[in-house]
């Protein structure tokens, strides 16, 4: 069976932070762009990172630039984003996602990801 799963979120308070982490199953990472993506209560899906299949490149949104940091390990088929600074606005359910193709600061459209994770909490307390 093919699926995403996250895992690493949590309750942090402001200036925290957190790891999450991306691990497949089903299929292998290396093929694959990943993306992160979050939702806030009451507020659209945003993409907030994405990592090429090999790792050399990635995106960040403005909103994070400079306090998160996505990366992958190919060898354990896990992609991660820590989180540091974190500040109330981060608040969301955060979800990873695979494309086969890389498109750089147009990598958030969510049609061309092929597999989604489930989502993990992040709370950040003021």
């Known amino acids: 069976q093919v699926q995403l799963v996250e895992s690493g979120g949590g309750l942090v308070q402001a200036g925290g932070s957190l790891k999450l982490s991306c691990a497949a199953s089903g299929f292998t990472l290396d093929s694959y762009a990943i993306a992160w993506f979050r939702q806030a209560p009451g507020k659209e899906r945003e993409g907030v990172s994405v990592i090429s299949a090999s790792g050399g490149i990635t995106n960040y949104a403005d909103s994070v630039k400079g306090r998160f940091t996505i990366s992958r390990d190919n060898a354990k088929n896990t992609v991660y984003l820590q989180m540091n600074s974190l500040k109330p606005e981060d608040t969301a359910v955060y979800y990873c996602?695979?494309?086969?193709?890389?498109?750089?600061?147009?990598?958030?459209?969510?049609?061309?990801?092929?597999?989604w994770g489930q989502g993990t909490q992040v709370t950040v307390s003021s």
């Open positions: 996602a695979a494309t086969r193709y890389y498109r750089g600061s147009n990598s958030y459209i969510e049609a061309a990801y092929n597999y």
